[in-house]
């Protein structure tokens, strides 16, 4: 059995930086590819990026390229995603997943992702006055 854990998770301003990190553990690690996904409050789970665990090949959607980078460390054992110029929309909970084949067989806990909005309007308060 393999389990994979994130780490590197937190809450950063527009633009700055963060590198989340997922080790696997467990006997038999040996995969076709590891990737990332991440679920924003409210809406469905989606791919980041994905890297061939081999040769290394990366993959990234379009919001995020050029601004993130997915890597791996096969003697570590440990895949990377280094998030540059985080933007608000980039706020979720990040996944990291790995695959044999065409489905994926292992995913961990995730690592919350905040990235303060610049908005300087708050949520706002309902105020009802009824007669």
């Known amino acids: 059995q393999v389990q994979l854990q994130e780490s590197g998770g937190g809450l950063v301003q527009p633009g700055e930086s963060l590198r989340l990190s997922c080790t696997a553990s467990g006997r038999d690690i040996s995969f076709l590819a590891m990737s990332w996904f991440r679920q924003a409050p409210g809406k469905e789970r989606e791919l980041v990026a994905t890297i061939t665990w081999s040769g290394g090949r990366d993959f990234y959607v379009d919001l995020v390229k050029g601004r993130f980078t997915i890597s791996r460390d096969k003697d570590q054992n440990t895949l990377y995603l280094q998030m540059n110029n985080l933007k608000p929309e980039g706020t979720a909970v990040y996944y990291c997943?790995?695959?044999?084949?065409?489905?994926?067989?292992?995913?961990?806990?995730?690592?919350?992702?905040?990235?303060?909005?610049?908005?300087?309007w708050g949520q706002g308060a309902q105020v009802t006055v009824s007669s």
């Open positions: 997943a790995a695959r044999s084949g065409v489905e994926y067989d292992y995913c961990g806990q995730g690592a919350q992702v905040t990235v303060a909005s610049s908005e300087p």
